[in-house]
């Protein structure tokens, strides 16, 4: 009991300290994007490439991830790694994903290293960008523990690139699911941050996600625009945006690449480890091949 207690009031204690930051940075994250130029990325948030990859590069890249996939989170090689979600949190537990498959496959790092994805960031941003790791995302069908809509932080910019490697035709597909021009609302963010404020204070834990990235209210299915495409589609996303992988993906599997990038002016040499300090924080043994 006593140290239930010291952890609500240490979490107490952390979620004071950050609100003023958070709330200042999420105003200010939406005056710089009022100031890049205006075109239908920067206004909706969103944008979508057809046929970025051609059907035979889908296929070849689902084969390597064939090649990987286990049920258990693993290094592959350096700094590729398999993270399958249901290891470090409670949600997505269908989700397989090979972290910097740029170091495992020639033809991505031709791609990490050729500036492409950044060149199409920076021509409608008008900001020089980094991009930072090539995943390739494994969505098994799952119509119980997908994400609901969310941002991918509270503040700060985050960008990613999605090109499905399968076809993604119907609900059933599991589109990639956005709210148009979300990332510029603020009252509405403000509100759900404040919820989100609450339940991390009275019920984060170990496993859970950051409640505060959670968009629970004043948002619903009815505003969403599922993102269908044919295999090669790319589609380019502010993560600020109100977005999530459709709930019923009740179909096939979906395979993605999923590209993460950054503006230059955040990138101060960290290396992208998402989910891997998870791993080893939450003690979960990361089995070497
Ligand atoms: O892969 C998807 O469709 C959803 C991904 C997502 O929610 C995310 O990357 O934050």
Redesign the pocket.
Known sequence: MLRRIKRFSQRLQRELSVIKPEIIGMINDRKGYLRQPRNQFTQQGYEVIPEFLDKQECDRLIKVADSYINNHSYVIAGDCYLLCRKDIHDVDLDVQQIMNAQEIDDQLAQLFNSHIIENIFEARTGERVLLRNISI?I?NPDTTSK?GY?T?CVTKTVY?V?IYLTDVNEYGD????VIPGSHLHIYRRLVNYCYGWIKQVLYASRNSRNYKEDIQLLYNDTQAVPLFGKAGTMVISN?QLV????HQQDKSRRY?L?CYVIPVKDYHGQRFSFGRIALQQKNVEIISN
């Not at 977005?243 to 459709?246: A, I, R, S, T």
């Open positions: 995302k969505d994400r969310h991918d990613k999605f599991g589109p990639y699911t993560q977005h999530k992988g459709w993605a999923v």
